[in-house]
């Protein structure tokens, strides 16, 4: 049901239109600001359009001819199997054997070469969506030919977002055109969202066989899917009740939350489900819900309230313990509540009673945030502390080994903490005295420790003149050597700290011990912030060789068949994980940051399993180069300090009556299934993923229902509980459930999973990776078998229109470092594998599918603020894959961890010179370790930079600094390759060859032939004690 016109009328709702100026709840959003670079650049007309296209003196271009492969390619081709020039379909031979029958497909224009100007503003077109029903969930339009579909072009533009674009939307922040009709949907529309009065979305249908020529076009495109999205939700908001299925995770979207958590907290895989186990299974899909609880929110979206209801605490119910909701229900006019998990009447407590109107309505509802806002903080009373809440103990624990000094990490380290603290950006807010805004909060307080073979503390006490060392000598039995002066205010003890770390690199460049003792070190750690919890940041530059707990090489990079030792995924050294296990019990998280200076080995997995463990993160550098990464890891640390923290936390995930929890997926430890999962600390960007199965047959009258209840300290040092809650329409039929697939929480769980087995279990790289193939073609055989409407001739491979992109996704799930054939050194495997444990949506959206965006034809507008929207104009995206790359062209290529510039060998030089300055006129003249551009004077530099910012608000936990990769100059090009994920790589197919590949074993599938390559579904994960296989 999930029908909000019917849940209003149950006197639970509100019609909640944004444009409403009679509404009450929701004030407008406020205008969001696009960021803009630091720009000495003032635009005054156009440059000429096209100058970069024309060949550059004295060097003719190449003309249309294709790209000749240069000897930097070709180095690595042996190793990539990269192509070497566009693929055109002819040259394809496999592939064009088996397909045809499909005209040129949609993004021809989108994911090629964009040569058309025409084409190239299709995108930034601000137009309203067809106000009408019909614009969503891929209807046609009235009067459409019913076999359209087979060959037709997909509509671009807002049209095509399959999520469902609403007319009654609001406009955000102001109307751009005077086509967009801001009414209320009718009560058809707002049906049709229930999906009952609907046909089936249209699948995207790829021929796979057949005579004819076919382009790659024809493929659905993830850049096509992100692209055609955005710039509706840059001027209209994402209402969290009537819209249900969320837009894809990479598009800037403010939301309204309407009862409903936003998806930026909490994406389902399904927001309607089916009503048994058994419908469930014939979908393919799991059921499963994405948490991201402390995401951040962008301008334009409201503050989560903060609600304090004194000693009693928030209203909850007396049998699950749930949370007060908008979803309970008020009866007995008022005097009873009926819990929306368990259907339990409770008594009102008197303190809370209000009346309610004849409708059933608390009269005090609209004034109440609890009942009107899916996401909602409650102050919690003393019985929810274990220990006095104070504001967070930051310990910066710094490695001064000799490595860390001779490759300049040290005092890159040093510095990036300083410019966390207190460094100051142009335009930064400043407080009312001009100093510029606390980077943490009040209450909070920061400590320091360095570490080589002995433990040092520093006294930073503001009544001192200078920091005191203390060295804690005893690294068999740590301890702390003072009671004083260890935790300050950093304001306060500015001027001692800004000492203490200018001189520090100076202070340890004569002692130079090579071997770091880590375990003691933090053991030490642990003794300092025992009765207090709090969040550690340390660096690390070697392996840790010295005193108790030291690790040794155990990999000695020789992987047979590409399969390391199952035991260099995971650590059994006793002494570590008690350690990791310790810290969680008080309280205290670690974020590593980890430079291997020569690309040595580190055992990440002994290390990192720490960090994971606690909630923490592992930043990871592996190959170290102070010039170059100085400004990345400046900006992760920063990022790593300032991000929304809390710590002491516990969570607890709570679904209605005839769901359970089947398995969590994340970072965190439980102790025994059924437990709250315990965490040392946690951040906006950490995400975890939690499955359900089914043990009764849900009412399909009633809706079901999810909360997940965090109960953490801020950082400011408040104990509170923030509460999600999420709401998903149950149906008996699966068919109408498949049109409310979220595809990015389906990926999520599927890959939160595969890498939680890879950790977990026997099985080995291979078992992942077939085991992610099949379960592709275990989805696209689901749907073809259970779902279609019509018959399609068995040459064609059917995909669910909200799954169109997931075959590509899959494909970069098999060709991700965590899971891929090939050699890859084990630090990098398990540091991706629990990085993907860790993801929310958007960054591991980027680390399947990275974004690529030419700069070398960018429009003029291109990069600067929409004037009708204020919106940066961003480019669009082309496909991955060396067949889209221009002669002379230029490429922004960025999947969220890292961020390449790749040059064409025959780049102008006039656009070397716009970018970079004057001198600088060939790509042999650019300094290898750029990471940033230079602020110049000029349209191109300033239109970079501005997308660059852009994309800086549009990631994860990792900080944006360019690498460059030029063609046949650096060795970043074997990266850039790697990401080109549409191509054959990474010891897997091309995008092409894959879709063949899955249709063939669809169609063995559908002819009862399918051979499983995998082990079959459930075996590896019923080993865990306590955990029942999830269904699928
Ligand atoms: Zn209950």
């Not at 010039?627 to 929304?644: C, F, G, M, Q, W």
């Not at 890879?758 to 990776?769: C, E």
């Not at 197919?989 to 009862?1008: F, I």
Request: with cysteine.
């Amino acid at each position: 049901m999930a029908d909000y016109s019917m849940y209003h009328a149950l006197g639970q709702g509100e019609v909640l239109d944004p444009n409403d100026p009679r509404r009450t709840t929701q004030p407008a959003p406020p205008q969001f600001q696009p960021p803009v670079a630091p720009n000495p650049y003032q635009q005054q007309g156009h440059p000429q359009p096209g100058a970069y296209h024309g060949p550059p003196p004295g060097q003719p271009y190449p003309g249309p001819s294709p790209p000749m492969p240069s000897p930097g390619f070709n180095q690595f081709q042996a190793q990539a199997a990269f192509p070497s020039g566009p693929v055109s379909p002819a040259d394809d031979g496999g592939l064009i054997a088996q397909m045809g029958g499909m005209s040129l497909g949609a993004d021809a224009g989108h994911g090629t070469a964009r040569r058309k100007k025409k084409d190239r503003h299709a995108y930034h077109n601000v137009d309203a969506p067809a106000g009408s029903s019909q614009a969503f969930n891929g209807i046609p339009p009235a009067g459409t030919p019913a076999t359209s579909y087979l060959n037709a072009t997909p509509q671009l533009g807002p049209g095509q977002f399959a999520g469902g674009i609403p007319p009654q939307a609001g406009l955000f922040p102001a109307p751009t055109s005077p086509g967009f009709n801001p009414t209320p949907a009718s009560p058809a529309e707002f049906a049709a969202r229930s999906g009952q009065f609907e046909p089936v979305p249209s699948p995207t249908v790829v021929p796979a066989s057949g005579q004819a020529k076919v382009s790659p076009d024809d493929m659905p495109s993830v850049p096509l899917s992100r692209d055609s999205v955005q710039p509706y939700f840059f001027t209209s908001m994402y209402p969290t009740f009537e819209r249900l299925v969320p837009p894809p995770a990479t598009v800037s979207f403010a939301a309204l939350d309407q009862g409903n958590s936003s998806p930026k907290f909490a994406r389902l895989t399904m927001t309607t489900i089916p009503a048994t186990g058994e419908a469930l299974k014939t979908t393919a899909v799991p059921l499963g819900l994405l948490l991201q609880p402390l995401a951040s929110l962008q301008a334009g979206e409201l503050p989560i309230p903060v609600l304090d209801f004194g000693d009693v605490g928030p209203p909850r119910c007396h049998r699950c313990r749930a949370y007060i909701n908008p979803f309970m229900m008020f009866r007995s006019g008022g005097n009873k509540f009926v819990c929306n998990l368990c259907n339990y009447a409770n008594d009102t407590p008197v303190e809370y009673f209000c009346a309610t109107s004849p409708q059933g309505v608390r009269v005090d509802r609209d004034q109440r945030p609890e009942l009107t806002r899916g996401t909602v903080e409650f102050v919690v009373p003393k019985e929810f502390w274990n220990k006095e809440p104070l504001g967070m103990r930051y310990l910066f624990v710094i490695d001064v080994t000799q490595e860390s000094f001779n490759k300049g990490f040290l005092e890159s380290f040093c510095e990036g903490i300083l410019g966390a603290l207190y460094g100051v950006e142009e335009g930064e807010e400043r407080d009312e005295n001009g100093e510029p805004k606390r980077r943490i909060p009040a209450g909070a307080k920061v400590g320091f420790v360095t570490f080589d073979k002995e433990v040092h503390f520093y006294n930073v006490s503001p009544a001192l003149e200078q920091a005191q060392m203390m060295i804690m000598p005893d690294i068999e039995d740590p301890f702390v050597p003072l009671s004083e002066g260890l935790f300050v205010d950093p304001y306060e003890s500015k001027a001692v700290i800004t000492s203490l770390l200018t001189r520090l690199p100076q202070m340890f460049s004569s002692i130079k011990n090579p071997e770091p003792a880590l375990l003691s070190t933090l053991n030490s750690a642990i003794a300092a912030l025992e009765k207090t919890g709090g969040k550690i940041f340390c660096s690390l530059s070697a392996l840790p060789t010295w005193g108790p707990g030291r690790l040794f090489m155990r990999d000695d990079g020789k992987h047979p068949g590409g399969e390391p030792d199952k035991k260099l995924f995971s650590t059994e050294h006793p002494a570590w994980r008690k350690m990791a296990e310790k810290m969680v019990s008080i309280g205290v998280g670690v974020d590593f940051f980890m430079a291997a200076p020569s690309g040595g080995y580190l055992d990440i997995a002994t290390v990192g399993y720490v960090a994971a463990t606690t909630g923490g993160e592992t930043f990871y550098y592996p190959n170290f180069i102070a010039p170059r990464d100085n400004t990345k890891l400046s900006l992760e640390i920063k990022h790593a300090v300032t991000r929304e923290t809390g710590y002491q936390a516990l969570m607890k995930v709570r679904c209605s009556n005839g769901l359970q929890i089947s398995a969590y997926h994340g970072n965190f430890i439980q102790h025994t299934f059924g437990a709250d999962l315990e965490i040392g600390v946690l951040d906006a960007d950490k995400a975890l993923g939690v499955t359900f199965t089914y043990d009764a047959k849900l009412d399909p009258k009633l809706d079901a229902h999810f909360q997940a209840a965090l109960l953490y300290t801020t950082a400011s040092g408040q104990r509170r509980v923030r509460c999600l809650n999420i709401i998903a329409g149950v149906d008996d039929n699966a068919k109408n459930c498949i049109k409310f697939i979220d595809q990015d929480a389906v990926l999520s769980i599927m890959a939160k999973e595969a890498s939680t087995k890879l950790a977990t279990t026997s099985s080995t790289l291979k078992d992942i990776r077939l085991g992610l193939t099949e379960k592709t073609i275990d989805v696209l055989a689901a749907y073809r078998k259970h779902f279609l409407s019509q018959a399609h001739p068995p040459g064609q491979l059917v995909m669910p229109e909200r799954l169109k992109e997931f075959s590509m996704y899959m494909l970069g799930m098999v060709k991700c470092r965590a899971f891929k054939g090939g050699n890859e050194s084990s630090d990098r495997r398990v540091h991706e594998m629990r990085l993907i444990r860790s993801m929310g949506a958007l960054e591991l959206s980027l680390y399947l599918y990275p974004r690529m965006i030419p700069i070398h034809n960018l429009q003029p507008e291109d990069g600067f603020p929409d004037e009708a929207t204020g919106h940066l104009r961003v480019p669009p995206s082309i496909r991955t894959s060396f067949s889209r790359v221009e002669p002379g062209g230029v490429y922004i290529v960025d999947n969220g961890q890292q961020t390449l510039l790749w040059f064409h060998a025959q780049t102008s030089p006039n656009l070397i010179q716009d970018l970079f300055g004057e001198d600088k006129t060939t790509l042999q003249s650019l300094d290898a370790y750029t990471s940033t551009l230079p602020v110049l004077p000029t349209h191109l530099n300033a239109q970079v930079r501005n997308i660059l910012e852009f994309l800086k608000t549009m990631r994860g936990s990792k900080g944006l600094t360019i690498q460059l990769a030029r063609q046949g100059i650096d060795g970043a090009e074997f990266e850039f390759a790697r990401m080109l994920v549409e191509d054959r790589n990474n010891e897997a197919q091309s995008y092409v060859d894959w879709l063949v590949h899955l249709h063939k074993a669809v169609q063995l599938e559908l002819a009862g032939q399918r051979k499983r390559e995998d082990a079959g579904d459930g075996g590896a994960l019923s080993q865990f004690t306590g955990l029942r296989p999830s269904y699928w």
